[in-house]
């Protein structure tokens, strides 16, 4: 079956930096789009970012372009989230979700439990 | 920026109908997605592409879609049914992802 495990979250400063990582198992991980998703607690959901199977197509959230990145190892079938210059309003759980497709549309089928990173001085 | 909007809460007593609302300008462009989302729980996927039912989701969930407004119903809610709602969808460009704001559904 799907299992998405999440991993890294923790406390860290504002202005400083954490690394997210997934690891997934029971399907083919390059086959899927993979996305980050995070909730501020308290707060609805808030999409983040994408990536291709491939890694050649990835989209963000305006809300962290240019100090979030997204990648992949599919050798290791884990997926990532690098963050940097983080601020307070940052603090959320971040899930890990898979993307299922039907032709030209994808959407979230999967998700992981989700780690949480906390923004606090 | 794109918005999907959502009643913040339906209230519904058990056995009764609910139907949860979601509303933008490109959802007839693009499809919708809902999750239900239980306290402390991460969300699952009850409907995808308007209409579809996930395999393992009970019948009594359901999908709809009428020009600029999508609607989740719920058939003969039960207690367990209680949780949030998110709608979720694409731009126009089908570039990036949005959610709603969430529908807390309150079972009475």
């Known amino acids: 079956q799907v299992r998405l495990v999440e991993s890294g979250g923790g406390w860290v400063k504002p202005g400083g930096s954490l690394r997210l990582s997934c690891a997934a198992s029971g399907f083919t991980f390059s086959d899927h789009y993979m996305s980050w998703i995070r909730q501020a607690p308290g707060k609805g959901l808030e999409w983040v970012s994408y990536i291709s199977g491939s890694g050649g197509t990835i989209y963000y959230a305006d809300s962290v372009k240019g100090r979030f990145t997204i990648s992949r190892d599919n050798a290791k079938n884990s997926l990532y989230l690098q963050m940097n210059s983080l601020r307070a309003e940052d603090t959320a759980m971040y899930y890990c979700a898979r993307e299922a497709y039907s032709g030209n549309y994808r959407w979230t089928d999967y998700w992981g439990q989700g780690t949480l990173v906390t923004v606090s001085s | ?108």
Do not use: H, M
């Open chain 2, 1 to 108: 920026s794109y918005e999907l909007t959502q009643p913040p809460s339906v209230s519904v007593s058990p056995g009764q109908t609910a139907r949860i609302t979601c509303s933008a300008d490109a959802l007839p462009k693009q499809y919708a997605y809902w999750y239900q989302q239980k306290p402390g729980q991460a969300p699952v996927l009850v409907i995808y592409k308007d209409s579809e039912r996930p395999s393992g989701i009970p019948e009594r969930f359901s999908g709809s879609s009428s020009g600029t407004t999508v609607t989740l119903t719920i058939s003969g809610v039960q207690a367990e049914d209680e949780a949030d709602y998110y709608c979720q969808s694409a731009d126009s460009s089908a570039t990036y992802r949005v959610f709603g704001g969430g529908t807390k559904l309150t079972v009475l």
